[in-house]
C-alpha cells in the first residue's frame, strides 16, 4: 500500500484525535457531567444493573418503574449482537463522549471520501457535521442514543452512494453495517427520519437510469441495498423484535379504550400510535429554523446566560436586585415549550451548503438539498401542519414518534456534504470552464450575501421578541411581590439585540468562507491550505457558541464510586423496612416524569416515554388524582411527602393489600372501559376482582371465599414465588402489572403450568385449587431470544463480510505490486 496516499488519512484520524481531546479535555482528566436523562437511565436501570452484577444474566422486567415493566427499551439490548465489538473501534477507542464525537467525524469523513471529495476538505467537512450545537446539547442533557444514531448516519449515506456507484458488494456491507450500527445505538426515530430522504435519493438514480439506459445496474445497487437493510434488521433483531412486540401495548401501540382519559372525542385519538397533540408537542417554528444559522435568533436556551448591562440587566439592577457578570434569563421566544439551547448547525455550513446548492453534482444536489429541505419541514410538526398532518395519517411507524423537532440533528452532516461535494465538483469544472466556475461562485455568493443581510435588516420587522406567557415566566424569577411589567419591555430590546449581534456573527463567518473559496478560485491558496481554512472555521465557529452551553464549569470531579443519588432521610426510613417487596409513591418530585425514586425502591412512578398503555391510562385517570384504593391494591406502603422542614419524610401507609391477596366476589365486565370505570365505583376493591369477560372461561364457576393466605416468599425481577393456603379454591390478585398474554409471564402452581389472567385493569391473577401451593411467576421473552438467535448470526455475517471484503482487496494490491516489480 501506498503510504502516500494513505498518509491524508492518517492525518484525518490525527486531527479527529486532537479535536476531541481539545473540545473534550475535562474527560480526560477525570470529570464528568451530571446529565438529567443519564439520571434519570441510571436510576430506571438500578434493580437490572443490580440483577446483572449478581447473576451475569440480564433482566427483561423490573419492578423498579410503574409497577413494572420489560426492560427492552431502558437499555440497549447488546446480547448477541456481534457489532459490539466493532464499536470500540469507530469510537477510536475513547471513552464518551469523546468516543462518540470521533465516530461522528469518523462516518462522516468515509462518507465525503466515497462520495469523491479530497481528504483535505473531508476533513473539514467531518469536523462541520461532528461539531454542531445541537449534539453538545444533546450530549449535556443525556441523549446519549440520540447523538450516536446521528453520528453512524453517514455510514449508511456511504454505502448508499457506494452501491450506486457500481460497488455492489462493499456498497451492501458497508450499508449493513452502518444500518447495523445505528439499531444497536438505540435510537430508531433519528434512523427513520433518515430513512424518509431515501426516496428522494432513488427517484434522482431512477431517473438517470432510465435516461443513461442503465436499469439493470440501478437494479443491482437496489438489491444490495435491500440485502443489506435485511441483514441490518437481522442484526438488530435483539432489540426490534422484541420491542415491536412490546411496543404495541404500549401508548405508542394504539388506545385499549374506546375513550381514552383526557379525549373529549374518541375519533381524535388515533388507532395506533401517540395522539397528535401530544406527539406534536415540541415542533419548530420559524424562529427556530432560523437559530440554525443565527444561534440567538430565537433567544438561545430557556435560561439562557445574559450579561448584566444589557436591557434587561439593567432594568433589574435598576429596580434594586444585585446580578452577578451573567445571569440566566428567560430570554427564548420560539416555539418549543422550554429548550437547552439552539441546534445551531453553523453559518459556515450553511454558506457551504448555499454554494453546493449552485455547484454540486445533480444527482447529490437533490438528494441532500431536498432532503435537508424535507427534514426542516419535518421538524416543524404542527407548525406546518397540513404538510405533517398528511406525513402523521399517511407513513407507517411516523405517529410511534414525538418530538419532531430533533428531526433537525441529521440535518447537519447532510448540509456539509453537500458543501463539501459543491466545493469538489466546482474545483473539477474550474479546471474544465472557468467561466462556469466564476459564475456558480458570483451565484452563491450574491444568494448568501442576500439571504445573509435580509436576516440582518428585514426578518426583524417580521419577528415578535415577545411571548403571551413572559410575565408569568418573569413572574417565577422573582416572586410575587414584585411588579415585573416594568422588565417585560426590556426584556424584548434584550432578545432583539441578541439577535442582531449573533446575526451579524453569522453573516461575518459567511463572508469568510466565501473569500476562501474566492481564494481557492483565484488559485492563491490550493485545496489542502482551503480545507485547513474552512477546518479552522468550522472550529472556531461551532467552538464560540458550544463553550455558551457547554461550560468547563458544568464538568465535575466524581469519586469513581460515587452513588448518583444520595438517600435522604425518608429513603432510609423507607429502607429500613424488613420486607423491601412494596411499593413507594414519591411526592416530592414529578412523579411520572422522574426515575430517582427506583434507585432506591420499587416505585409506583418513574420516566418512560414508552409506559405500557395501561399504567399510562392508570396515570391519567386515577394515579394523578392519587386514588386511594388505586394506590393500595398496587401495594403502595409508603408515601415520600415534602415535610415541614422542606425535606422529604416518609409516611407509612397501613391500608395496602399487599403483594397478593384473595378476593370473594368477581365482577364479570363487557369491555375496557367498564373495567376501568370499574375501579373507581366497585367498594370494597380489597374484596373484589374485576375481571374481564375475555377471561370468563378461565374462572367459570369458581365460587370464592376470600379466605385463606398467599405470601411472597421468594422476589427476582423477572422471578415471583408464592405460598398458598385455602380450604377452597380462590382466586388471588397479584399487584403485579399485566403484560400479556403469551408475552413473557408464565404461572406454574406446583411446577405444574397454570393460566394468568387479567383483573382490575392492570394486574395479574390467578384461579388456585384448594389445599397448599407453591406458586411461581417467571418472565420469559421468546421473542427476545429468538431475536439473540437472529442477531448472531446477521452481526457476525456483516463483520465477516467486511473483514473478508477489506482482506480481498489487500491481498489484491499486494499482488498487483509484486507483479509490477
Given at each position: 500500500?501506498?503510504?502516500?496516499?494513505?498518509?491524508?488519512?492518517?492525518?484525518?484520524?490525527?486531527?479527529f484525535?486532537?479535536?476531541?481531546?481539545?473540545?473534550?479535555a475535562?474527560?480526560?482528566?477525570?470529570?464528568?457531567?451530571?446529565?438529567?436523562?443519564?439520571?434519570?437511565?441510571?436510576?430506571?436501570?438500578k434493580?437490572?444493573r443490580?440483577y446483572?452484577?449478581a447473576?451475569?444474566?440480564?433482566?427483561?422486567?423490573?419492578?423498579?418503574m410503574?409497577?413494572?415493566m420489560?426492560?427492552?427499551?431502558?437499555?440497549?439490548?447488546?446480547?448477541?449482537?456481534?457489532?459490539?465489538?466493532?464499536?470500540?473501534?469507530?469510537?477510536?477507542?475513547?471513552?464518551?463522549?469523546?468516543g462518540y464525537?470521533?465516530?461522528?467525524?469518523l462516518?462522516?469523513y468515509?462518507?465525503?471520501i466515497?462520495?469523491?471529495?479530497?481528504?483535505?476538505?473531508?476533513?473539514?467537512?467531518?469536523?462541520?457535521?461532528a461539531?454542531?450545537?445541537?449534539?453538545?446539547?444533546?450530549?449535556?442533557?443525556?441523549?446519549?442514543?440520540?447523538i450516536?444514531?446521528?453520528?453512524?448516519?453517514?455510514?449508511?449515506?456511504?454505502?448508499?452512494?457506494?452501491?450506486f456507484r457500481?460497488k455492489?458488494?462493499?456498497?451492501?456491507?458497508?450499508?449493513?453495517?452502518g444500518?447495523?450500527?445505528?439499531?444497536?445505538?438505540?435510537?430508531?426515530?433519528?434512523?427513520y427520519?433518515?430513512?424518509?430522504?431515501f426516496?428522494?435519493l432513488?427517484?434522482?438514480?431512477?431517473v438517470?437510469a432510465?435516461?443513461e439506459?442503465?436499469?439493470?445496474?440501478?437494479g443491482?445497487?437496489?438489491?444490495?441495498?435491500?440485502?443489506g437493510?435485511l441483514i441490518?434488521?437481522?442484526?438488530?433483531?435483539?432489540?426490534?423484535?422484541?420491542?415491536?412486540?412490546?411496543?404495541?401495548?404500549?401508548?405508542r401501540g394504539?388506545q385499549?379504550?374506546?375513550?381514552?382519559?383526557g379525549?373529549?372525542?374518541?375519533?381524535?385519538?388515533?388507532?395506533?400510535?401517540?395522539?397528535?397533540?401530544?406527539a406534536?408537542?415540541?415542533?419548530?417554528?420559524m424562529?427556530?429554523?432560523?437559530?440554525?444559522?443565527?444561534?440567538?435568533?430565537?433567544?438561545?436556551?430557556?435560561?439562557?446566560?445574559?450579561?448584566?448591562?444589557?436591557?434587561l440587566?439593567?432594568?433589574?439592577?435598576?429596580?434594586?436586585?444585585?446580578?452577578p457578570?451573567?445571569?440566566?434569563?428567560?430570554?427564548?421566544?420560539?416555539?418549543?415549550?422550554?429548550?437547552?439551547?439552539?441546534?445551531?448547525?453553523g453559518?459556515?455550513?450553511?454558506?457551504?451548503f448555499?454554494?453546493?446548492?449552485?455547484?454540486?453534482?445533480?444527482?447529490?444536489?437533490?438528494?441532500?438539498?431536498?432532503g435537508?429541505?424535507f427534514?426542516?419541514a419535518?421538524?416543524?410538526?404542527?407548525?406546518?401542519?397540513?404538510?405533517?398532518?398528511?406525513?402523521?395519517?399517511t407513513l407507517?411507524?411516523?405517529?410511534?414518534?414525538?418530538?419532531?423537532?430533533?428531526?433537525?440533528?441529521?440535518?447537519?452532516?447532510?448540509?456539509?456534504?453537500?458543501?463539501?461535494?459543491g466545493?469538489?465538483?466546482?474545483?473539477?469544472?474550474r479546471?474544465?470552464?472557468?467561466?462556469?466556475?466564476?459564475?456558480?461562485?458570483?451565484?452563491?455568493?450574491?444568494?448568501?450575501?442576500?439571504?445573509?443581510?435580509?436576516?440582518?435588516?428585514v426578518?426583524?420587522?417580521?419577528?415578535?421578541?415577545?411571548?403571551?406567557?413572559?410575565?408569568?415566566?418573569l413572574?417565577?424569577?422573582?416572586?410575587s411581590?414584585?411588579?415585573?411589567?416594568?422588565?417585560?419591555?426590556?426584556?424584548?430590546?434584550?432578545?432583539?439585540a441578541l439577535y442582531?449581534?449573533?446575526?451579524?456573527?453569522?453573516?461575518?463567518?459567511?463572508?469568510?468562507?466565501?473569500?476562501?473559496l474566492?481564494?481557492?478560485?483565484?488559485k492563491t491558496?490550493t485545496?489542502?491550505?482551503a480545507?485547513?481554512?474552512?477546518?479552522?472555521?468550522?472550529?472556531v465557529?461551532?467552538?464560540?457558541?458550544?463553550?455558551r452551553?457547554?461550560?468547563?464549569?458544568?464538568?465535575r470531579?466524581t469519586p469513581?464510586?460515587?452513588?448518583?443519588f444520595?438517600?435522604?432521610?425518608?429513603?432510609?426510613?423507607?429502607?429500613a423496612d424488613?420486607?423491601?417487596n412494596?411499593?413507594?409513591?414519591?411526592?416530592?418530585?414529578?412523579?411520572?416524569r422522574?426515575a430517582?425514586?427506583?434507585?432506591?425502591?420499587?416505585?409506583?412512578?418513574?420516566?418512560?416515554?414508552?409506559?405500557?398503555?395501561?399504567?399510562?391510562d392508570?396515570?391519567?385517570?386515577?394515579?394523578?388524582?392519587?386514588d386511594p384504593?388505586?394506590?393500595?391494591?398496587?401495594?403502595?406502603?409508603?408515601?415520600?411527602?415534602?415535610?415541614?422542614?422542606?425535606?422529604p419524610a416518609?409516611?407509612?401507609?397501613?391500608?395496602?393489600?399487599?403483594?397478593?391477596?384473595?378476593?370473594?366476589?368477581?365482577q364479570?365486565?363487557?369491555?375496557n372501559?367498564?373495567?376501568?370505570?370499574?375501579l373507581g365505583?366497585?367498594?370494597p376493591?380489597r374484596?373484589?376482582?374485576?375481571?374481564h369477560e375475555?377471561?370468563s372461561?378461565?374462572?367459570?364457576?369458581?365460587?370464592?371465599?376470600?379466605?385463606?393466605?398467599?405470601?411472597?416468599?421468594?422476589?427476582?425481577?423477572?422471578?415471583?414465588?408464592?405460598?398458598?393456603?385455602?380450604?377452597?379454591?380462590?382466586?388471588?390478585v397479584f399487584?403485579?402489572?399485566w403484560?400479556?398474554?403469551?408475552?413473557?409471564?408464565?404461572?406454574?402452581?406446583?411446577?405444574?403450568?397454570a393460566?394468568l389472567?387479567?383483573?382490575?385493569?392492570?394486574l395479574?391473577?390467578l384461579?388456585?385449587?384448594?389445599?397448599?401451593?407453591t406458586?411461581k411467576?417467571t418472565?420469559?421473552?421468546?421473542?427476545?431470544?429468538?431475536?439473540?438467535?437472529?442477531?448472531?448470526?446477521?452481526?457476525?455475517?456483516i463483520?465477516?463480510?467486511?473483514?473478508?471484503?477489506?482482506?480481498?482487496?489487500?491481498w489484491?494490491?499486494r499482488?498487483?505490486?509484486?507483479?509490477?516489480?
Amino acid at each position: 500500500m501506498n503510504f502516500k496516499n494513505l498518509l491524508p488519512h492518517l492525518v484525518a484520524l490525527a486531527v479527529f484525535f486532537v479535536t476531541v481531546f481539545f473540545n473534550f479535555a475535562p474527560q480526560f482528566s477525570g470529570k464528568s457531567l451530571r446529565m438529567g436523562d443519564i439520571d434519570n437511565y441510571k436510576g430506571a436501570t438500578k434493580e437490572m444493573r443490580d440483577y446483572q452484577a449478581a447473576t451475569g444474566e440480564r433482566t427483561n422486567w423490573t419492578g423498579s418503574m410503574f409497577g413494572g415493566m420489560p426492560t427492552y427499551q431502558l437499555s440497549t439490548i447488546s446480547e448477541g449482537n456481534q457489532l459490539r465489538v466493532a464499536q470500540p473501534v469507530v469510537q477510536g477507542f475513547l471513552p464518551r463522549p469523546a468516543g462518540y464525537f470521533f465516530a461522528g467525524m469518523l462516518c462522516a469523513y468515509l462518507l465525503l471520501i466515497c462520495l469523491g471529495v479530497n481528504p483535505w476538505l473531508s476533513i473539514a467537512g467531518a469536523l462541520g457535521a461532528a461539531l454542531a450545537t445541537n449534539g453538545f446539547i444533546l450530549f449535556e442533557t443525556g441523549h446519549t442514543s440520540k447523538i450516536l444514531t446521528v453520528f453512524y448516519l453517514p455510514l449508511v449515506a456511504a454505502g448508499t452512494v457506494l452501491a450506486f456507484r457500481k460497488k455492489y458488494i462493499l456498497g451492501g456491507l458497508l450499508f449493513a453495517f452502518g444500518m447495523g450500527l445505528a439499531i444497536l445505538a438505540n435510537h430508531l426515530q433519528m434512523l427513520y427520519y433518515f430513512g424518509l430522504t431515501f426516496p428522494i435519493l432513488g427517484i434522482v438514480y431512477l431517473v438517470e437510469a432510465i435516461r443513461e439506459k442503465t436499469l439493470p445496474h440501478f437494479g443491482k445497487a437496489i438489491g444490495a441495498l435491500v440485502v443489506g437493510l435485511l441483514i441490518a434488521l437481522g442484526a438488530g433483531s435483539n432489540n426490534v423484535i422484541p420491542t415491536k412486540e412490546y411496543l404495541s401495548s404500549t401508548s405508542r401501540g394504539g388506545q385499549v379504550l374506546e375513550t381514552p382519559v383526557g379525549v373529549a372525542d374518541a375519533e381524535d385519538a388515533p388507532e395506533t400510535g401517540l395522539e397528535w397533540e401530544y406527539a406534536m408537542q415540541w415542533s419548530n417554528g420559524m424562529k427556530d429554523l432560523l437559530a440554525s444559522y443565527a444561534p440567538l435568533a430565537a433567544g438561545g436556551g430557556s435560561g439562557q446566560s445574559v450579561e448584566n448591562n444589557s436591557d434587561l440587566g439593567k432594568s433589574i439592577r435598576r429596580a434594586g436586585f444585585q446580578l452577578p457578570a451573567e445571569f440566566p434569563a428567560p430570554t427564548y421566544h420560539g416555539a418549543l415549550p422550554f429548550t437547552e439551547g439552539p441546534s445551531y448547525l453553523g453559518a459556515v455550513v450553511w454558506a457551504l451548503f448555499l454554494f453546493g446548492l449552485f455547484s454540486a453534482r445533480m444527482s447529490i444536489r437533490w438528494w441532500l438539498g431536498l432532503g435537508t429541505l424535507f427534514v426542516f419541514a419535518l421538524s416543524m410538526g404542527k407548525n406546518l401542519e397540513g404538510f405533517n398532518r398528511f406525513l402523521y395519517n399517511t407513513l407507517p411507524l411516523l405517529e410511534q414518534f414525538r418530538a419532531p423537532s430533533s428531526a433537525l440533528s441529521i440535518s447537519s452532516f447532510m448540509m456539509i456534504a453537500l458543501g463539501m461535494v459543491g466545493v469538489h465538483d466546482w474545483l473539477q469544472t474550474r479546471e474544465e470552464d472557468e467561466g462556469k466556475a466564476k459564475t456558480q461562485l458570483l451565484r452563491a455568493g450574491i444568494t448568501a450575501a442576500v439571504l445573509g443581510l435580509a436576516v440582518i435588516f428585514v426578518f426583524p420587522g417580521f419577528i415578535n421578541f415577545s411571548l403571551p406567557t413572559d410575565a408569568a415566566q418573569l413572574q417565577r424569577y422573582f416572586g410575587s411581590q414584585v411588579d415585573v411589567n416594568t422588565f417585560l419591555g426590556p426584556l424584548e430590546d434584550t432578545r432583539a439585540a441578541l439577535y442582531s449581534a449573533d446575526a451579524w456573527r453569522s453573516f461575518l463567518y459567511v463572508g469568510l468562507s466565501f473569500g476562501v473559496l474566492f481564494l481557492l478560485y483565484r488559485k492563491t491558496i490550493t485545496p489542502l491550505i482551503a480545507g485547513l481554512a474552512l477546518a479552522a472555521l468550522l472550529a472556531v465557529d461551532f467552538g464560540g457558541i458550544n463553550g455558551r452551553y457547554l461550560k468547563k464549569e458544568d464538568w465535575r470531579r466524581t469519586p469513581r464510586n460515587a452513588q448518583t443519588f444520595t438517600p435522604s432521610t425518608a429513603d432510609q426510613q423507607i429502607l429500613a423496612d424488613n420486607d423491601p417487596n412494596f411499593r413507594v409513591f414519591n411526592l416530592t418530585v414529578s412523579p411520572f416524569r422522574d426515575a430517582s425514586t427506583s434507585y432506591f425502591h420499587k416505585s409506583i412512578g418513574g420516566y418512560s416515554p414508552v409506559k405500557l398503555r395501561r399504567v399510562d391510562d392508570l396515570i391519567s385517570g386515577y394515579l394523578m388524582q392519587r386514588d386511594p384504593d388505586v394506590l393500595d391494591m398496587l401495594n403502595t406502603k409508603y408515601f415520600i411527602l415534602p415535610g415541614q422542614d422542606g425535606q422529604p419524610a416518609a409516611q407509612r401507609n397501613p391500608n395496602a393489600y399487599g403483594n397478593a391477596w384473595l378476593v370473594s366476589n368477581i365482577q364479570l365486565v363487557n369491555s375496557n372501559d367498564a373495567e376501568f370505570a370499574a375501579l373507581g365505583s366497585v367498594d370494597p376493591l380489597r374484596q373484589t376482582a374485576i375481571v374481564h369477560e375475555e377471561f370468563s372461561d378461565a374462572v367459570s364457576g369458581l365460587q370464592p371465599t376470600g379466605q385463606g393466605s398467599i405470601t411472597l416468599t421468594e422476589y427476582q425481577p423477572n422471578a415471583l414465588t408464592y405460598s398458598f393456603q385455602s380450604n377452597a379454591e380462590q382466586l388471588a390478585v397479584f399487584s403485579e402489572i399485566w403484560y400479556g398474554p403469551d408475552l413473557g409471564w408464565e404461572v406454574t402452581i406446583d411446577d405444574q403450568p397454570a393460566e394468568l389472567i387479567r383483573a382490575n385493569y392492570v394486574l395479574r391473577a390467578l384461579r388456585v385449587p384448594a389445599g397448599q401451593h407453591t406458586i411461581k411467576m417467571t418472565f420469559t421473552s421468546s421473542s427476545y431470544q429468538a431475536g439473540v438467535s437472529i442477531s448472531w448470526v446477521s452481526s457476525l455475517l456483516i463483520l465477516l463480510g467486511l473483514v473478508g471484503y477489506l482482506g480481498y482487496q489487500l491481498w489484491q494490491s499486494r499482488k498487483e505490486g509484486s507483479t509490477e516489480q
